[in-house]
């Protein structure tokens, strides 16, 4: 689990304890998947995690940022930097991260916080940040490495492919009444090649 930028030294330059920043991560996680975001307090956190409140606003101003560290635990649970030399092997490994991670307790985080998003623009501001916008940028990084293998031309929409990605396991989460459940029963290697009929689309 990453350790968020702003815990990684105390007041007076001591650095903190990681193990203390995954519990409250973790406790993060695990109170968002029990209560929704509404019910979520950082006494709440504090209590779960088996720290005080005042170790906790020492690493993180407000609920809202530890909901983003939240939120970037959930991306690094599914993003690989790994070049599997092929397009087709770099999304597979993408989409089944994604598929492993949102199939369990992070899928019915993200849901809550979709949930929330509605009509909290600081969540959706969140969310378009430490997800989208951190996806796009890994998706890029795929698809420069099969331009320059040769596999796909110039001119593909980055945008559209992240988009379609996140689409294609987010849409049964967020829609199907089993949520989770439903994506678990995706099977990466068939989304995959539709992610590349889009692109080798004329």
């Known amino acids: ?35 929704g975001y509404g019910a979520l307090t950082t006494a709440a956190i504090a209590r779960r995690a088996g720290v005080s409140t005042a170790s906790l606003y020492r690493r993180w101003s407000s609920k809202e940022d530890l909901v983003a560290s939240a939120c970037r ?26 598929i492993t991670a949102l199939s369990g307790l992070l899928g019915v985080v993200l849901k809550s916080l979709v949930g929330q998003a509605a009509h909290d623009p600081a969540i959706a501001a969140i969310l378009e940040r430490e997800i989208l916008d951190v996806t796009t940028a890994h998706v890029a990084a795929i698809l420069e490495r099969a331009t320059a293998r040769g596999e796909i ?5 980055v945008s559209g492919t992240a988009d379609l ?4 396991v987010t849409t049964p989460l967020l829609l199907r009444a089993d949520g989770p459940s439903a994506v678990a029963r995706l099977v990466p290697e068939r989304i995959a090649g539709q992610l590349i009929a889009a692109l080798l689309r004329p």
């Open 153 to 157: 031309g110039a001119g593909y929409d």
């Open 165 to 168: 990605a996140i689409a294609l």
């Open 1 to 35: 689990m990453s350790v968020p930028d702003q815990a990684t030294s105390g007041a007076r330059g001591r650095p903190m304890d990681a193990r203390v920043d995954d519990a409250i991560i973790a406790a993060t996680t695990a109170l968002l998947a029990e209560r």
């Open 73 to 98: 635990t959930i991306v690094a649970d599914y993003l690989s930097p790994d070049d599997t030399g092929s397009l087709d092997g770099d999304l597979t490994v993408l989409v089944r991260n994604k």
